[in-house]
Structures are given as structure tokens and as C-alpha cells.
């Protein structure tokens, strides 16, 4: 079992940066790929970047590509999402997810959620 716990929303101004966190507990995260999601109000909740156990691999999602960074550090059973440049449309919560095969997690079917974090993006 693996718990995820998001860290490091907030409110900031269009422009602006913010950095994700996503703490693992369990020794087996270094096993696991990953991915963030996010939902705004009345959306459903989409794919927005995703990183290979090894970290060596990513994939994201068009409207993010160039302004979000997804890294891992596995030492410290953390991923990372970097956001730069956040736009009003990045308002959303923001959810990490974990799961052994990539494509699948990828697709939102990930063993595992986290609670997700509020980012809000004012124009």
C-alpha cells in the first residue's frame, strides 16, 4: 500500500510559479510510475503529466508542455510537478496518482490517489 500526500498549492498571480509536491510513504514508490491530474469546478478531472518509475521518461498534456516540469526524486519517495507561467485556466485541484503500469496511470486508472491540493491562478 501507498499513501500520497500533495503538498505546495496556493493562490498566486498569472505569471507566476508554484511547485508540487507528492510524499510517498511505503519502500516501493522507486517502483511506481506516476502522474498529476487536476479537476477545476464542473470539469472532469484531467491528465496533466506523468514520469516512468525510473524518472527517465515523461509525457504531458498539450496545454501544459513548455510551462510544467514533472520530476521525481525517488530517495525521498517525492514527485515534483514545477508549474511556470501559471494561466487563470490552471486553476484547479491538483491530484498526484501512482500505479505500476504507466499507460494505465496515465489514464487516470492509478492504484493510488492523493488528496489533492488547491492551486488558483488570479488574472
Known amino acids: 500500500q501507498v499513501q500520497l500526500v500533495e503538498s505546495g498549492g496556493g493562490l498566486v498571480q498569472a505569471g507566476a510559479s508554484l511547485r508540487l509536491s507528492c510524499a510517498a510513504s511505503?519502500?516501493?514508490?522507486?517502483?511506481?510510475?506516476v502522474a498529476w491530474f487536476r479537476q477545476a469546478p464542473g470539469q472532469e478531472r484531467e491528465f496533466v503529466a506523468g514520469?516512468?518509475?525510473?524518472?527517465?521518461?515523461?509525457h504531458y498534456e498539450d496545454s501544459v508542455k513548455g510551462r510544467f516540469t514533472i520530476s521525481r526524486d525517488n530517495a525521498k519517495n517525492t514527485a515534483y510537478l514545477q508549474m511556470n507561467s501559471l494561466k487563470p485556466e490552471d486553476t484547479a485541484v491538483y491530484y498526484c496518482?501512482?500505479?505500476?503500469?504507466?499507460?494505465?496511470?496515465?489514464?487516470?486508472?492509478?492504484?493510488?490517489w492523493g488528496q489533492g491540493t488547491q492551486v488558483t491562478v488570479s488574472s
Open positions: 514520469i516512468i518509475a525510473s524518472g527517465d521518461r515523461t
Open positions: 511505503g519502500r516501493t514508490f522507486s517502483a511506481y510510475a
Open positions: 496518482t501512482a500505479g505500476s503500469i504507466f499507460f494505465t496511470v496515465v489514464r487516470g486508472e492509478g492504484d493510488f
